[in-house]
C-alpha cells in the first residue's frame, strides 16, 4: 500500500504565508505526477498545482504567481508554498499522487486525508 501524509495546514491571515508538506510512503517502485488539490465548502475539489517526475508544473490560474509547488524525488515528498494568501484560499488541502508499487505494475492514484487552509483575519 502507498500513504500519503501531509502537514503544513493552518490558520493564517490574509496576506500570509504557509507552506503544505506531503510525503509518499509504503511499497513505491515509482512516483509520477505529484499534485495538490483543495476543496472549500460548497465547492467541488480542484486541482491546484501539479507537478511532473521530470519537473513539468502546472498552477490554475487563481494561484499563479502566488503559489510554488516542488518535489524531491529521491524522498517522494511534494511542498506547497502559499504566500500572498487570500480569503478564498480557505478550504482543506490535499495532496495527491498516481506511483507504481513494488508489487503489481499498475498506474494508481492516492490520496492524503487532507489539511485544513484557513485564510482570516
Known amino acids: 500500500q502507498v500513504q500519503l501524509v501531509e502537514s503544513g495546514g493552518g490558520l493564517v491571515q490574509p496576506g500570509g504565508s504557509l507552506r503544505l508538506s506531503c510525503a509518499a510512503s509504503g511499497s513505491i517502485f515509482r512516483v509520477y505526477t505529484m499534485a495538490w488539490y483543495r476543496q472549500a465548502p460548497g465547492k467541488q475539489r480542484e486541482l491546484v498545482a501539479g507537478?511532473?517526475?521530470?519537473?513539468?508544473?502546472n498552477y490554475t490560474d487563481s494561484v499563479k504567481g502566488r503559489f510554488t509547488i516542488s518535489r524531491d524525488n529521491a524522498k517522494n515528498t511534494v511542498l506547497l508554498q502559499m504566500n500572498s494568501l487570500k480569503p478564498e484560499d480557505t478550504a482543506v488541502y490535499y495532496c495527491?499522487?498516481?506511483?507504481?508499487?513494488?508489487?503489481?505494475?499498475?498506474?494508481?492514484?492516492?490520496w492524503g486525508q487532507g489539511t485544513q487552509v484557513t485564510v482570516s483575519s
Open positions: 507537478i511532473t517526475r521530470s519537473g513539468e508544473i
Open positions: 495527491y499522487c498516481n506511483a507504481v508499487r513494488l508489487v503489481g505494475g499498475n498506474l494508481i492514484d492516492y
